[in-house]
């Protein structure tokens, strides 16, 4: 066959009344939300608030501005549109106050910030947060989410890589770390030795320990909340007030248990599995590593299934792959959780994976597989290499498809949107490799597939990605579930990742 390079149009959603748009901001601004008819829609959000004093009057400010309208920016009101309010866009009431607050004590977070124990450090300060979830849940009020105000110095001090200039204490060599988390006491210390078991960035610990209370969270940065538009040197750059608004009312939204749009063409019957590997933070080095799907359905919602570890990872070819056994349960494992979450029959099983499927594996899945359902395995990564440019100022039109034969296409995500006249990236856009490795489909289809897929990601409200949700989250999820692998209470949905 000869090459071709098309353009797609741009994925409709549908929101409410079943009304179509290719953009989030203008459908849930005119029609409102996908879900504003249904029975599960939340008609207004109950949530509890925990954070320092100075975070919670950060958020309740913000909140008031929130329920309201907020001016977009006039001369790009395409890229930068006014939010009209959350009841206005979501159908949904956003309360004055939250239904349950904890206010943290500043003195004592500040101290455990410093401490030179990166492990002790994130512990104690995801146990501040823990404790206000705790006693939540053993009142009566029904909480859709809860949402954590962190001050800036949590987000500085607490990442793998943070340096603490005036820590507290000693800091703890690997070695030491190594014994800790095998349980060793120490002699003039007292310490769980758990905590060396968890991850040391306070966000993925706080999103795993967490789901056993049962309520999404929504970590927001206080400076996040800052009330102006304005970016002077020396503070933290942000977008304007309306884009933080629809972003994070988006997100608050759909933790809430509400669907805000749906991909209008989504095939029924068909779902789409992303597979996410992620090597143990305690041996980046070790071929051991742990490995979890992310279902994706026609209606938008998302599961998550973690599978085994084991010796995935090949620095050889720097890649993961799962022995025949492992890719079996995985698979299998990940339906399960959809037929006692949803359960309606499947058509189709579209297998996404950045590292691609080798034999062993492949005949694993296809052993999960059910009768009768079409099993297709897809490579789906981001080509580094490959670069196309067009002539004038312009970079590349988003939807851009560069199809190499039947079996292989590369599709861009990102790139000028003429529907907002701009280009809203930073760099020169970068394609997604498709290829079709098991299985029979067609590739165009494929490829509308996908790109359907870049517009799936409810934790933002933008016009699309540059990669479909079912890759571009892996890292994510993989982070959350295997750096905390002592963590053994779950939730499959989707919202409690993001």
Not at 9 to 37: N, T, W
Not at 327 to 353: M, Q, T, V, W
């Amino acid at each position: 066959m000869s090459e071709a390079v098309t353009i797609l149009d741009e994925p409709k959603l549908v929101f409410r009344y079943g009304q179509r748009a290719s953009d989030p901001h203008d459908g849930l601004a005119l029609f409102g939300a996908y879900d504003a008819d249904h029975p599960s829609h939340p008609r207004s959000v109950s949530y509890a608030l925990i954070g320092t004093r100075s975070g919670a009057d950060a958020f309740l400010a913000w909140s008031a501005q929130m329920a309201g309208p907020l001016p977009g920016k006039d001369d790009s009101l395409r890229l930068w549109p006014h939010f009209p309010g959350f009841e206005a866009a979501f159908g949904a009431a956003w309360p004055n106050a939250p239904t349950r607050a904890h206010v943290l004590d500043d003195a004592g977070l500040l101290a455990d910030v410093r401490d030179a124990d990166a492990s002790k450090r994130a512990a104690a300060v995801v146990d501040r947060y823990l404790d206000a979830l705790a006693k939540f849940r053993d009142r009566d009020e029904h909480l859709h989410v809860a949402v954590c105000v962190v001050p800036d110095v949590v987000w500085t001090n607490c990442r793998p890589k943070s340096f603490v200039a005036e820590a507290i204490g000693q800091r703890i060599s690997s070695g030491e770390k190594k014994l800790r988390r095998a349980g060793q006491g120490g002699l003039f210390e007292r310490y769980d030795p758990e905590i060396y078991s968890y991850s040391v960035d306070f966000r993925r610990q706080l999103k795993a320990r967490s789901m056993k209370y049962g309520i999404p969270i929504q970590i927001v940065r206080e400076s996040t909340l800052r009330l102006d538009d304005v970016n002077a040197l020396g503070i933290r750059g942000l977008t304007r007030r309306s884009d933080r608004a629809w972003n994070l009312g988006t997100a608050l939204y759909y933790k809430a248990c509400g669907r805000p749009w749906k991909v209008a063409d989504a095939r029924e019957g068909v779902c789409y599995v992303g597979i996410a590997y992620k090597q143990s933070d305690a041996d980046p080095r070790s071929r051991s590593a742990c490995c979890a799907a992310q279902m994706f359905i026609d209606s938008g919602d998302g599961l998550v299934f973690m599978g085994k570890f084991g010796p995935w990872y090949s620095p050889k070819d720097n890649a993961f792959h799962l022995d025949r056994e492992a890719a079996r349960d995985l698979l299998k494992g990940a339906l399960d959780s959809y037929a006692k979450n949803d359960g309606r029959p499947l058509r189709e099983i579209f297998l996404h994976c950045r590292s691609g499927l080798d034999r062993d594996e492949w005949r694993g899945f296809e052993e999960a597989c059910p009768d009768g359902v079409r099993l297709v395995g897809v490579r789906v990564r981001r080509d580094n290499g490959l670069r196309l440019m067009r002539e004038g100022t312009r970079p590349i039109l988003r939807g851009t498809t560069w199809k190499v034969s039947d079996r292989r296409a590369f599709l861009w995500g990102s790139g000028f949107k003429p529907s907002l006249r701009s280009y809203d990236g930073w760099e020169v856009p970068k394609p997604v490799q498709i290829e079709v490795q098991f299985g029979t489909a067609d590739i165009d289809q494929v490829a509308r597939d996908i790109y359907g897929l870049t517009k799936l990601n409810y934790n933002a409200c933008k016009l699309g990605e540059s990669e479909p949700v079912t890759v571009g989250f892996s890292d994510m999820v993989g982070e959350i579930l295997v750096s905390n692998p002592t963590v053994t209470d779950r939730r499959p949905q989707f919202r409690f990742y993001i």
